[in-house]
């Protein structure tokens, strides 16, 4: 007996919820944007939540609270919801313990991070990623989502590694455009490469996850990608930093920086890396001196 389709509802509708679309396009997925979207017909979101099997949140993290508690009544009890979100929410939360308090155990989800550039998806280009979730069976039936697609999924039950992996990843992407535009050559990248990591795997053991996590698809595997790549929205926002430009410093790695600052997540000393972006992004003007400064500091 041939098996249903499963069924698919996208939530937004910007680069990822196109990637995913184009990945999933024999299904035909439901698409939701909270936003007019030309040529993107309205469809009523809660009951096609509740036909769903699989709902893709290609949102930030900053809505999902209000849109799970929106959709939750309206789930199938199997029905898997999966994150590619890349950041904190307004209480410094990831995706996952938003699921977590949301949810309380009553719903299965997953989150989707790696080396996956929309353009490149959309491009039928292979990508990557890993999929943070609590047990195999939630993996093996995304792996069955996606397959046949040029999408690769590793699984990884190490949810808070995953995560914390992925999010600052952003954050440490801004150091490698700052350097681009500072003209400080590849030899900086490789130390870059290795400082990031080090901080990375300190911070993501304090915040609950594996040392081993960031040098994994989330975490080493997408920094290479978002820092190098040309398109990257982080590695453009370093270079700005570098040319000392002020107006729109914004993005996902940004918001994470004040996140943490506002609720004390870590104690950033520890880490000078981290430290120097945090400190550009607070003052532009002066971001190439203090790339500058700290390099005299660790001659």
């Not at 991070?113 to 990557?128: T, V």
């Not at 397959?147 to 990884?156: A, E, F, K, P, V």
């Not at 700052?178 to 053991?205: K, S």
């Not at 000393?269 to 190439?288: F, K, M, R, T």
Request: proline share 6%; aromatic share 6%; with cysteine.
């Amino acid at each position: 007996m041939k098996r249903k389709p499963s069924r698919v509802l996208i939530a937004g509708y910007g680069e990822m919820g196109h990637a995913m679309e184009h990945l999933l396009c024999n299904l035909q997925p439901a698409i939701h944007d909270s936003r007019p979207v030309a040529g993107l017909p309205p469809i009523d979101v809660e009951q096609e939540a509740g036909l769903a099997d699989f709902v893709l949140l290609c949102v930030p993290a900053a809505p999902h609270q209000e849109l799970l508690e929106r959709l939750a009544p309206h789930l199938k009890k199997h029905c898997i919801c999966l994150s590619i979100a890349k950041g904190l929410d307004e209480q410094g939360r990831t995706p996952a313990q938003i699921y977590e308090q949301t949810f309380n155990g009553r719903q299965p989800y997953g989150l989707l991070y790696g080396p996956m550039i929309s353009e490149e998806i959309r491009a039928d280009r292979y990508a990557f990623a890993e999929l943070g979730c609590s047990n195999i069976s939630i993996y093996r039936r995304v792996a069955n989502l996606f397959n046949g697609t040029r999408l690769h999924i590793r699984h990884s039950n190490d949810i808070a590694g995953v995560s914390w992996s992925a999010i600052l990843k952003n954050v440490y992407a801004i150091a490698f455009g700052m350097a681009d535009e500072l003209h400080l050559g590849d030899n900086m990248r490789g130390y870059l490469t290795v400082t990031a990591l080090a901080e990375l795997r300190a911070i993501v053991a304090r915040m609950g996850g594996k040392p081993a996590a960031p040098l994994h698809l989330a975490g080493l595997g997408d920094l290479i990608t978002t820092a190098t790549s040309p398109g990257s929205h982080h590695h453009e926002l370093g270079r700005k930093l570098a040319r000392g430009e002020t107006e729109d410093i914004s993005g996902e790695g940004v918001h994470t920086l004040k996140m943490v600052e506002k609720f004390s997540l870590f104690d950033t000393a520890p880490y000078p890396l981290y430290g120097l972006i945090h400190d550009a992004v607070q003052c532009p003007s002066d971001a190439a001196q203090r790339f500058r400064d700290y390099l005299i500091r660790i001659s």
